[in-house]
């Protein structure tokens, strides 16, 4: 709680050059401290990161933090749902002949291509963009192929040393 001093001057008589001086203490409202402590509390711990947004500075968070589980967790999303691209079996004749085929090709779909080369109809035998990319990159995984495909994640880190 805050309090402040205020002075007023009183003039006693007329004719008498002197003044009082009285002194009034005033009560100023209350401000809720929790919050205040709550942010120190945070700031006390772990380390500093500068926050990246698509290659540029935005904010900086501290370790364990909302802000930074916020934004991992967005980034989380974003990795989950491009590997549910990848994983999903291709509806589209076209990229399935693109997959399949190397080269350029006039195909409109798997089934033309087996049918015109006198070939036996068989199931394509890549389906989905991970097995496409696993021919490409053989060596990386599904989260590393989907960073690779795609680029990065919208946010990135990097540790900012504290003073």
Same mark, same amino acid.
């Given at each position: 709680?805050?309090?402040?001093?205020?002075?007023?001057?009183?003039?006693?008589?007329?004719?008498?050059?002197?003044?009082?001086?009285?002194?009034?203490?005033?009560?100023?409202?209350?401000?809720?401290?929790?919050?205040?402590?709550?942010?120190?509390? !945070?700031?006390?711990?772990?380390? $500093?990161?500068? #926050?990246? %947004?698509?290659? @540029?500075? /935005? *904010?900086?968070?501290?370790?364990?933090?909302?802000?930074?589980?916020?934004?991992?967790?967005?980034?989380?999303?974003?990795?989950? !749902?491009?590997?549910?691209?990848? $994983?999903?079996? #291709?509806? %589209?004749?076209? @990229?399935? /002949? *693109?997959?399949?085929?190397?080269?350029?090709?006039?195909?409109?779909?798997?089934?033309?291509?087996?049918?015109?080369?006198?070939?036996?109809?068989?199931?394509?035998?890549?389906?989905?963009?991970?097995?496409?990319?696993?021919?490409?990159?053989?060596?990386?995984?599904?989260?590393?192929?989907?960073?690779?495909?795609?680029?990065?994640?919208?946010?990135?880190?990097?540790?900012?040393?504290?003073?």
């Amino acid at each position: 709680m805050g309090r402040r001093k205020t002075t007023q001057e009183v003039t006693i008589e007329e004719g008498i050059d002197a003044s009082v001086k009285i002194e009034e203490i005033v009560a100023e409202p209350e401000v809720e401290i929790s919050s205040v402590e709550e942010i120190s509390s !945070e700031v006390e711990m772990g380390q $500093l990161y500068a #926050v990246y %947004d698509n290659g @540029e500075v /935005v *904010a900086s968070v501290y370790d364990n933090s909302a802000a930074l589980d916020e934004l991992l967790e967005y980034n989380k999303s974003q990795l989950q !749902e491009r590997i549910d691209f990848l $994983l999903e079996t #291709v509806s %589209d004749e076209a @990229e399935i /002949v *693109a997959m399949n085929i190397k080269g350029p090709t006039k195909y409109a779909s798997w089934r033309q291509y087996q049918i015109q080369n006198g070939l036996t109809p068989t199931e394509p035998p890549i389906t989905t963009r991970f097995q496409y990319y696993q021919t490409k990159y053989s060596d990386l995984t599904v989260e590393e192929m989907a960073i690779k495909v795609y680029g990065n994640l919208r946010y990135s880190f990097t540790p900012i040393e504290m003073l």
